[in-house]
């Protein structure tokens, strides 16, 4: 039903900083589809598991398309669209680091 | 508070990680892979003018030389903005920027400049390109700490550029 990741790396800034915790609504997303705008964590076989946002959702192919904020970002610009089987869940609750500058 | 919460729950438990991952093993910022790429505008500029400076008849040869010229000043003068964009989108913070507030502008005069650049074959528009990024150096070296100074190149065109004092 919900679990609890910490972000890391820098992909996601300013929004999201590293050290960063965010809680997430698992699947099954039948009354909580995932939708643009959304931040999900998902699995990657080459990158583990990742947190990006969601840029558009193919629900033909059931496949979404990730990106991060920052140009050096590695997303589906970099590996594609990822099918939906293969997502973690969308946050739900960001629980940011205090003392950060932006 | 709800994040130390959080903080002594994942010391305890061990929650997992997600990765916001970026390319660049981050952290790694340097301006020299502008300044070099100004430079070679320059440089590209003055290959240009010292060819069409022969005169004679305009040839296959000439023609080749010259596109390859051109290819490469519109080359560079997009690697060096592109690679201050990313300094600064990147790399400057907030209280960078309180520091120097003038950063944003001279990225903007950058930008600028380095489509001039490519539009143009002007000499002293690259050359301004070339300066507005030693500033843009200068500024950064700064947020770090570090101390520069001013040499010239040792390579054509032998202008000044701003090295960290490392």
Known sequence: MFRIFRVTGESLLPEYQEGDYVVLATLPFLFNPIQVGDVIVFKNESYGTMIKRVQSVDNDTDRVFVVGTRMDSVDSRRFGSIPKKSITGKVIWHIRKPGRNT | MLFKLFETLDQRFGFERAKAHCDIPCGIYDPITAQIAALTVVRMVDLMAELESKGGEKSLAYQNSMSRYITVKEEHAEKAKHDIRVIWGDYLKAQHLEKHPGAHELVHKIMMLGSKSRQTADRETAVQFVEAIN????????????????????????????????
Request: aromatic residues 16%; proline residues 9%; glycine residues 4%.
């Open chain 2, 135 to 166: 500033q843009f150096a200068e500024i950064f070296w700064d947020t770090k700490g570090i101390s520069t100074k001013r040499a010239k190149a040792p390579y054509s065109p032998a202008l000044e550029v701003v090295y960290p004092n490392l």
